[in-house]
């Protein structure tokens, strides 16, 4: 194998499993060291600049973090990262004076965000520092978006929503309540120089099965079911529910309905249960509220009596996967099942929908009506156009809209500048040694051996009582310092000197996952065979570095280094260092590198 | 050296032994040597041995004298019997503890200065003597505990840390034991696992007094230019004389060498030691031939390491002396002390 190049800004962010995983690239382990230190405001600060909405996403984010968190490859759980950020938020002091202040004197140019969910306020606010003048139009009453009206306050509060969106409005941003724009054409009338498209995806799919239309009184979108209970339009529900779905709002929907009246509350899926589209613990969550889940039904028929709805009729299927690995539903060929319900509530999926968006005036849609855009830029066939969030690509999640938020913002940035697009400012990284002494490192290298732990919450029967009382407490000072100690700080890297090596051994010796070998070099196919533990995660690298007095090579397995700096402790000569990477993601604003 | 102990976490997928260990289960207590010390890398090599011929940690007794190289028993095989005697008496309690229970395996670790200088009249005896052992001094050429001074092992005309030159002769361990009688003779180095692995699991399963003289580095007083025990000296002066593989009665045997490469020694217990020829002309059954070849090569500066001798035919103290099979504590105190009737019927016969 080629020697690794640790210069490669993209080698050692990758070891950063979470950091990785996370779309804004959060730089999660330096906020939980600041956690464990009792600094909440830094913690804070850390995400606010990354992704924008700390507190928010401390309750409700779909944390691609955790499945990729390295604790989970050497102990049975990930380290709760999500809940260690709702800490941050929590237990902050104020922060008003660490925020950015908009400059007095604006650049002149004026932006248009449609829809204010949190892609248009990252815009907003990433560009508002910057001195463009943003104003940010919605056709509700609040700004929040889709994470006001479609997650339930039970799991996250007004409050919160108010509070971060707050710090956006403070940015000199106009924030246009109930204005909906009706129409493209005009708003680039207005002669702005740049728009960004937020809207989402606002349109519940429907299930146009027999009996729909006769029983519609007691059949409900769950998007928009959500959004009525969010604003209070809706109070209460028949005491027997079914949930068609198997997502995250499917989720919600059943929660909410077992706080409005239902008593007999259950979740209908078609898949299997490992398959559903809800994350984990949000099926946790509904089965602690005694909410079953049924698999493998797939819905056929609204039974109704003259219009008013009796129950639905499922049929049974099994999962067959063809030679690509596809998945195909096939009925099962066993007697159907009626369920008997007073509400059903239709959570099978959101769809994007642009009826405002004229489709002559030059910018293009795809066949499945989706804008066509650059992936990296987020511009549109409308050179001043840009998209975001889940109306660029279709329904993701909120950290990925504050992801593409940046990138549009840089875009737009560059847009107003006159500069080209696919030039793109990148992200600077910064390496520094954690050495204070013999065996003093600036991190707590000591490996925690405890479990992860669970966050505290409401009693069911409190929690059920009232639809807006917060189900989960969140972890208190205590809690939350002794998960962010099961933390492996894999931002501190393991950085390797091979002239100063003198092979000792001492090294692979201590190193507690015995991912540190010296052999002769190889294929990765064979060197793999040939490390000290077996190396079985081929998305893990490989360290390799060459330059050995003995022409042999040393291979780190990445994959299962705890970050202890035992090898640094261990070694003579310093070849082993134990250096701190923290990475600037780019914001609107930094300039490209010139070529 | 580190103050933090190991993290146990384990991922799911780590190798184990026949017996369900895994490597980490046959380790000890933290090491408080220096970093890079090779004495360190002599202890994994010792856990290596014992995972790989899945020795049960409770059939070990593991017994040292007094230096750096004496305190290592505390940092592998720590759920195993120790004993931590008085400097240079490794050999002599350890021949009492074998003569009392031939049942468990019997593993001294010394030094050069325990073995060489304090204990060398203690070492002579335990090998003439062929006590069924592991014998394996850690030989860095300096006292390391009493910062650096030239022990009996260091080569004449090396020089110290602090630029004297050596004006002694050297003890050689290893012409010593071949002289002596030892079975089983090998040496090797610190930072060769390859090489150490196998001949550690060779005299962990040899009958008869097994000795390995491992030249060990000491970073801290020994690892400089003009020493001959640095790891840059014997990584440029190492000429191995052949290859050890072990191979258990339960192994396939699946590698093959051309004809005349490799000689195969079948052992007391069944286990066999295969040996890839490296140097042309050296026969380890000959043990003339083996201290001839030893001093030869010793004079051009080479240091030979490699299995330099072994008599898998050999017998032990125990044969030597007809003792019982059975471990003295098991014997049960009528047998042990079966009264003053027989005691009289003895002496009367031999008035």
Known sequence: MKPTDTNAPDYFHKVVDCQWACPAHTPVPEYIRQIAAGQFAEAYMINWRSNVFPGILGRVCDRPCEPACRRGRVDKEPVAICRLKRVAADYKEDIHERLPVAPKQKNGKRIACVGAGPASLTVARDLAVLGYEVTVFDDGKTAGGMMRSQIPKFRLPDSVIDEECGYIEGLDVAIFQNRWIASLRDLLAEDWDAVFVGTGAPRG?????????????????????????????????????????????????????????????????????????????????????????HNFLMHKEFLHDNGRLTGVRFEKVRAEYDEKGRRNLVPTGEPDIVMECDDVLIAIGQENAFPWIERDIGLEFDKWGLPVLDPVTLQSTLPRVFFGGDAAFGPKNIITAVAQGHEAAISIDRFCRGRPLDKRPPATVNLVSQKMGIHEWSYDNQISEEARRKVPVKSLEEALSNIKAEFELGFDPRLACAETERCLNCDVQTVFTPKLCIECDGCVDICPTECITFTANGEEDDLRTRLKAPSRNPDQALYVADGLKTQRVMVKDENVCLHCGMCAERCPTGAWDMQKFYLNTALAGAEAPRT | MTYLAKPRLLTADAPRNALGYTRRDYEGAISTLCAGCG????????????????????????????????????????????????HGRMPSVLTGAALANRNLIYLGVSGDGDSASIGIGQFAHAMRRGVNMTYIVENNGVYGLTKGQFSATADKGSKSKRGVVNSDSPIDLVTLALQLGASYVGRSFSGDKEQLVPLIKGALRHNGPAFIDVISPCVTFNNHAGSTKSYDYVREHNEAVNRVEVILPRDKIETSYPPGSLRRVVQHDGSILHLRKLAEDYDPSDRIGAINYLQGRQALGEIVTGLLYVDSSALDMHSHLNTVEKPLNQLGDAYLCPGSKVLEALNTSLR
């Open chain 1, 205 to 293: 799919r429907d299930a146009d099965l027999a009996g729909r239309r006769e029983s519609s009184a007691h059949i409900h979108v769950g998007i928009e079911w959500l959004a009525n209970v969010a604003f209070g339009h809706v109070s209460e529900i028949g005491r027997r529910v079914i949930v068609l779905g198997g997502g995250n709002t499917a989720m919600d929907c059943c929660r909410s309905a077992r706080r409005l009246g239902g008593e007999d509350v259950r979740v209908v899926v078609r898949s299997g249960f490992d398959e559903m589209k809800a994350s984990p613990w949000e099926k946790e969550d509904a089965m602690h509220e005694g909410i079953p889940i």
């Open chain 2, 39 to 86: 004495h360190d890398s002599i202890s994994a090599a010792i856990v290596q041995a014992c995972f790989d011929l899945d020795i049960e940690p409770h059939r070990v007794a593991k017994l040292s004298g007094i230096g750096c190289s004496s305190k290592t028993p505390d940092y592998f095989l720590g759920n195993s019997h120790g004993f931590n005697s008085v």
